[in-house]
């Protein structure tokens, strides 16, 4: 078998090694079935049994209350900037964002299409020509309005590196959540929340799904003049099945909450992604200012580490030499520049490990 490199990808990112050999080995045919996922219909019984495992391990991981339905969908969460606000800014036609990123910037655009927008806060710096964000604002700068539709927030910044390591506050108003590149990696309240979606190509599974977790109550803002495939409750009420769903996808996210069940659950997995992220982090902080972390330290991210060099020119060389040694995708966003670490779920401790003690090498070698 080829050796597999170091995926340090912000996404499509990483899939846990033993979900990748069982459906690498069930790929063929279905055990029983004589068909492959790909070829089964969506009506079987054998994909009927998939779907809803499907749902059963994402309910047990995050302890998903009765109260709320589990949605599998696709148009990712570039969509959903649309859906959210079709759905459940009427009839106040009013919402608050809060701003602390590039995704939640491209969500306030499309939001702005349905109604009025208040920007409850936005921690965007500007200087000169370049526009960054590099922190998650307190509680105490939220400006938020008691009457919105809803507050939404993103709560892990993947092109900057920042992570809200609590809901922000929103008192009896629903907060949505787009939890793309975070979801999983530790337990969470789902009561707190009124909508939660993620695509699924960070934590969840493969790209062309993406997962919406939605308060049954609020299905009734959803209104008949929606058109139907952007209506939450016609997916509601159709199990996710008003069309063809995604089915390998799905398949796919079977098979990693399985993985991550086994493991010990999602208290297990926070464990291990904040010894992942510390280490990480310390080898920037002890290395004497030769690597510098883009975040502030309190909104430091555990999915995505970001951090730059003294030059582009330095940050280049070693990101050539990081890929000729099998370290894959470090290059930082265009709008940050310098190097990101995606570290999900399923990246592995040795390969965190491994990095650190090039990073050491190569500080050693071009100090």
């Given at each position: 078998?080829?050796?597999?490199?170091?995926?340090?990808?912000?996404?499509?990112?990483?899939?846990?090694?033993?979900?990748?050999?069982?459906?690498?080995?069930?790929?063929?045919?279905?055990?029983?079935?004589?068909?492959?996922?790909?070829?089964?219909?969506?009506?079987?019984?054998?994909y009927d049994a998939i779907h809803q495992q499907a749902k059963e391990g994402l309910k047990k991981l995050l302890n998903i209350p009765d109260n709320y339905t589990i949605l599998f969908?696709?148009?990712?969460?570039?969509?959903?900037?649309?859906?959210?606000?079709?759905?459940?800014?009427?009839?106040?036609?009013?919402?608050?964002?809060?701003?602390?990123?590039?995704?939640?910037?491209?969500?306030?655009?499309?939001?702005?299409?349905?109604?009025?927008?208040?920007?409850?806060?936005?921690?965007?710096?500007?200087?000169?020509?370049?526009?960054?964000?590099?922190?998650?604002?307190?509680?105490?700068?939220?400006?938020?309005?008691?009457?919105?539709?809803?507050?939404?927030?993103?709560?892990?910044?993947?092109?900057?590196?920042?992570?809200?390591?609590?809901?922000?506050?929103?008192?009896?108003?629903?907060?949505?959540?787009?939890?793309?590149?975070?979801?999983?990696?530790?337990?969470?309240?789902?009561?707190?929340?009124?909508?939660?979606?993620?695509?699924?190509?960070?934590?969840?599974?493969?790209?062309?799904?993406?997962?919406?977790?939605?308060?049954?109550?609020?299905?009734?803002?959803s209104q008949d003049s929606l058109h139907t495939m952007l209506n939450y409750k016609i997916h509601a009420e159709n199990d996710s099945l008003y069309n063809t769903p995604n089915t390998?996808?799905?398949?796919?996210?079977?098979?990693?909450?399985?993985?991550?069940?086994?493991?010990?659950?999602?208290?297990?997995?926070?464990?291990?992604?904040?010894?992942?992220?510390?280490?990480?982090?310390?080898?920037?902080?002890?290395?004497?200012?030769?690597?510098?972390?883009?975040?502030?330290?309190?909104?430091?991210?555990?999915?995505?580490?970001?951090?730059?060099?003294?030059?582009?020119?330095?940050?280049?060389?070693?990101?050539?030499?990081?890929?000729?040694?099998?370290?894959?995708?470090?290059?930082?966003?265009?709008?940050?520049?310098?190097?990101?670490?995606?570290?999900?779920?399923?990246?592995?401790?040795?390969?965190?490990?491994?990095?650190?003690?090039?990073?050491?090498?190569?500080?050693?070698?071009?100090?």
């Amino acid at each position: 078998m080829e050796k597999r490199i170091y995926n340090f990808s912000a996404g499509p990112a990483i899939l846990p090694e033993e979900v990748l050999l069982k459906a690498q080995k069930e790929l063929f045919t279905l055990p029983g079935v004589g068909m492959s996922i790909l070829e089964i219909s969506h009506r079987s019984k054998t994909y009927d049994a998939i779907h809803q495992q499907a749902k059963e391990g994402l309910k047990k991981l995050l302890n998903i209350p009765d109260n709320y339905t589990i949605l599998f969908l696709q148009g990712g969460a570039s969509q959903q900037f649309s859906m959210v606000p079709l759905n459940l800014m009427p009839p106040k036609n009013k919402a608050d964002y809060i701003s602390t990123g590039s995704w939640s910037k491209k969500a306030i655009k499309e939001a702005k299409r349905v109604g009025a927008v208040n920007v409850a806060c936005s921690t965007e710096i500007t200087e000169g020509e370049k526009k960054y964000f590099n922190r998650i604002p307190k509680q105490s700068e939220l400006k938020l309005d008691p009457e919105a539709a809803y507050v939404h927030y993103t709560s892990n910044n993947t092109i900057f590196g920042t992570q809200f390591h609590e809901e922000p506050e929103v008192g009896d108003v629903p907060l949505i959540c787009d939890a793309s590149s975070d979801i999983l990696h530790k337990p969470i309240d789902v009561s707190k929340y009124g909508l939660i979606y993620a695509g699924a190509q960070k934590n969840i599974g493969p790209s062309g799904v993406v997962l919406v977790i939605i308060r049954k109550d609020l299905l009734e803002r959803s209104q008949d003049s929606l058109h139907t495939m952007l209506n939450y409750k016609i997916h509601a009420e159709n199990d996710s099945l008003y069309n063809t769903p995604n089915t390998f996808g799905i398949y796919i996210i079977k098979l990693v909450t399985d993985y991550l069940l086994n493991l010990g659950g999602l208290e297990k997995m926070y464990e291990i992604n904040k010894k992942k992220a510390q280490m990480l982090y310390d080898a920037i902080d002890n290395s004497g200012g030769y690597y510098k972390g883009h975040a502030e330290k309190e909104s430091r991210s555990l999915m995505n580490i970001t951090f730059n060099l003294a030059t582009p020119e330095l940050e280049k060389k070693l990101i050539d030499e990081a890929t000729k040694a099998g370290f894959n995708g470090l290059k930082g966003h265009r709008s940050v520049g310098g190097l990101r670490a995606s570290i999900y779920n399923a990246f592995p401790a040795k390969g965190v490990e491994d990095l650190v003690a090039f990073m050491k090498d190569f500080q050693k070698n071009n100090g």
